[in-house]
Structures are given as structure tokens and as C-alpha cells.
């Protein structure tokens, strides 16, 4: 009788997109609340743990992701806001990158090359098949480049777009481990290595550690969307 | 407050028609990212509300990712046959991109800063 009831409601309320929008933001503080209190570990990544969450609630109450983006579309819509206002730190940090122009151009097309020969090299050994290799390879560029790319090149765009939130997710949780281990503390460094790698995601994760860091990453975010736009067709052709 | 956020809109705007366009591989709010960015340098400044607004979407970045990253769920079966190989590609190009573009930062941004402190004798 009650638990009817209970379905009903959820039925009711999952039908608007209130309550999508009112869990993400729930789940979402409550993981950045776990992340504080058990003192940052890497593995308690907010966006990690959140996805997790709304993955397991959606799933034991049988609701489709149409429905859950139906209410969180308005989260996922200030994404090109949130871009777009990544010109202020640039521009407040511009002195510094205007500085280290030369190593910034160099270390992208290094990075971007390690990106997608990496996971293009891995993919192949590991036994990949076509489609998947190629909705691989742009996995370090900002969703909607990654996107463009591989479905350019016969990938899947919305295997992408797992591929690209994962590659986030790692980059912003495990690279600020790896580069404490690599002894590499310069803000700009570890910025840029970190957007040029995961994005906006990694964005997120080196804004948190400074603004200087924030404006390098995503700058690097930007150049390496469109590096891998213009190099991955041409590296897919020696490939393929 | 809302002029601020109207005219990050504006930026978006104008950087989606301009993709749209040109057929530019970048997406519109790369775009328009560096829309606002000319602004700015015009003005020479950020003007205090938009500054606001910026800093306010920017400290809750992390948040805005949480509805693509649920999508994952739609997946589910082709990630399950293929979980090792993508999750060790995925995991060691990551990490290795991360490892190159710092050092390679870090090496370059050296010769620059101080060049003469730079250690003798390491032939390239």
C-alpha cells in the first residue's frame, strides 16, 4: 500500500524536471561534502561520486537518463556560460601566458600528440576495434569538439562522450597526484598539463588549486580542441 | 548582475553563430570565450559584476559536468565488453598526456626563467 504510494509520487515528480534538478544539486553538494570531510582523497572526486550516485538512484528506480536530463538540462546548459567566462582568469593571469608563449605552443602539440597516439597506440594493442578507436582518440577535447571529431571520422559521438567525462574524471582526480609525485608545483605547469589532458573537468580540478592555474588550464583546454580538430583526421590517415 | 550574465550570453551568442558559420572545428563557447577575452582586453579590465558572475560559474565548474557524466548509464553494455582495454587506454594516455605536457612545460618554462642557474653538461 505505502510503497505504491511512494511510486506514485516518484512517477508524479519524475515526470517534471524539478526533481532531476533538485537531485543533481543534492547528490552533487552531498559528494562535495564526503570529498571535505574525509580530507580531499583522490578517489572521493566529487563529479566521480555524484555520477555514481544519480547512476545508482535512476537505475533502482527504473528512471530513463531522457527523463533525468529533462531537469538537469539546466545544469548542463550553463556549461557554455561557464566557458565562456573562462576569459576572466585568462585575462587576468594574460601577463604570464603572454610571457611563456613559446613553451605553452610546444608543450600542447607534444601533449596533444601524446594524447591521441596514446590512446590510439593502447586502443590497437589492446585489441579495440575501429569504432571504438576512433571515438577514443579525441577523448581529451572538451565534449562537443571530441564530439564533432570522431563522428567525422565514423566513431560514435555519444561513446565519446562517455570517453571524454572519464577521461575528465581521471585527469581531475588522479593528474594532481601524479604531478605532486613528478615534483612539478608551478601553477602554470601543472594548469596547462591538466586542461591540455582533461579538459574542462581538469579545469575544474586546477582552478580549485589557484586562478593562475585555472587560466592555464583553460587556455590549454581551448588550443588542444583545436589542435586535435585539425591533427587527429591527419594522424587517423596514418593509422587507419 | 543580469547585465553580466547577458552579456556572457551575448559572447555564447555570437561564438555559436560564428561556428556555425564557418564551419570552424571549434564549438561556440570556445568562441565565445575569446569574444569575452578581446572585450575584456578593450576595456582594459573586468568589470566588477561580470567578474561576479564569471567567478561564481567557474567556482561550481564541476557541477555543471554531473548531467553528462550520468549519461554514462546509456552505455553500459558496450562498456562492458570492452571495460579493460578502454579503461587501461584510457587511464594510461591520461596520465602519460598529464606527465609529458608539465614536463615539457616545466623544461621550457626553466630556459626561460633562469636560464643561467640551468644544469651544465646534460647534452640533448
Known amino acids: 500500500m505505502l510503497p505504491e504510494t511512494i511510486s506514485d509520487i516518484w512517477v508524479y515528480l519524475a515526470a517534471s524536471p524539478l526533481l532531476a534538478l533538485t537531485l543533481t544539486l543534492v547528490v552533487y553538494q552531498a559528494a562535495v561534502w564526503l570529498y571535505v570531510r574525509a580530507k580531499r582523497p583522490a578517489l572521493l572526486n566529487p563529479v566521480l561520486v555524484a555520477v555514481a550516485a544519480l547512476v545508482a538512484i535512476l537505475v533502482a528506480t527504473g528512471t530513463s537518463y531522457r527523463t533525468y536530463f529533462e531537469g538537469a538540462q539546466f545544469i548542463h546548459f550553463l556549461l557554455g556560460p561557464a566557458t565562456v567566462a573562462l576569459a576572466i582568469p585568462l585575462y587576468r593571469q594574460f601577463e604570464k601566458v603572454r610571457k611563456s608563449a613559446i613553451a605553452v605552443v610546444a608543450s600542447l602539440l607534444l601533449g596533444s600528440l601524446t594524447a591521441m597516439g596514446t590512446a590510439l597506440g593502447l586502443g590497437y594493442v589492446l585489441g579495440l576495434d575501429h569504432v571504438s578507436l576512433v571515438s577514443l582518440a579525441p577523448k581529451s577535447v572538451t565534449a562537443p569538439v571530441a564530439m564533432g571529431i570522431a563522428e567525422k571520422l565514423g566513431g560514435l559521438p555519444s561513446l565519446t562522450a562517455v570517453f571524454v567525462i572519464v577521461t575528465g574524471i581521471l585527469g581531475g582526480s588522479l593528474g594532481p597526484l601524479l604531478l605532486d609525485r613528478l615534483k612539478i608545483g608551478d601553477p602554470t605547469a601543472r594548469g596547462f598539463a591538466l586542461g591540455t589532458a582533461s579538459h574542462g573537468i581538469g579545469t575544474a580540478r586546477a582552478l580549485q588549486e589557484s586562478e593562475a592555474a585555472g587560466a592555464f588550464s583553460g587556455l590549454a583546454m581551448g588550443l588542444n580542441a583545436l589542435a586535435t580538430a585539425i591533427l587527429l583526421p591527419l594522424l587517423w590517415a596514418l593509422f587507419a | ?124
Not at chain 2, 555564447?12 to 582586453?41: C, K, N, R
Open chain 2, 1 to 124: 548582475m543580469l547585465q553580466a550574465l547577458t552579456a556572457i550570453l551575448l559572447c555564447q551568442l555570437a561564438g555559436e553563430t560564428i561556428s556555425a558559420a564557418s564551419g570552424l572545428p571549434l564549438p561556440g563557447p570556445v568562441i565565445g570565450m575569446v569574444i569575452l577575452f578581446a572585450v575584456l582586453a578593450i576595456r582594459k579590465g573586468v568589470p566588477k559584476d561580470i567578474g561576479a558572475v564569471g567567478d561564481t560559474l567557474l567556482s561550481n565548474l564541476s557541477l555543471l559536468f554531473v548531467p553528462a557524466g550520468v549519461g554514462i548509464m546509456q552505455h553500459a553494455a558496450r562498456l562492458e565488453d570492452e571495460a579493460l582495454p578502454v579503461i587501461v587506454a584510457l587511464v594510461v594516455s591520461t596520465l602519460v598526456t598529464i606527465a609529458v605536457t608539465a614536463l615539457a612545460m616545466k623544461l621550457m618554462g626553466k630556459g626561460r626563467q633562469d636560464g643561467p642557474e640551468a644544469p651544465a653538461g646534460r647534452g640533448q
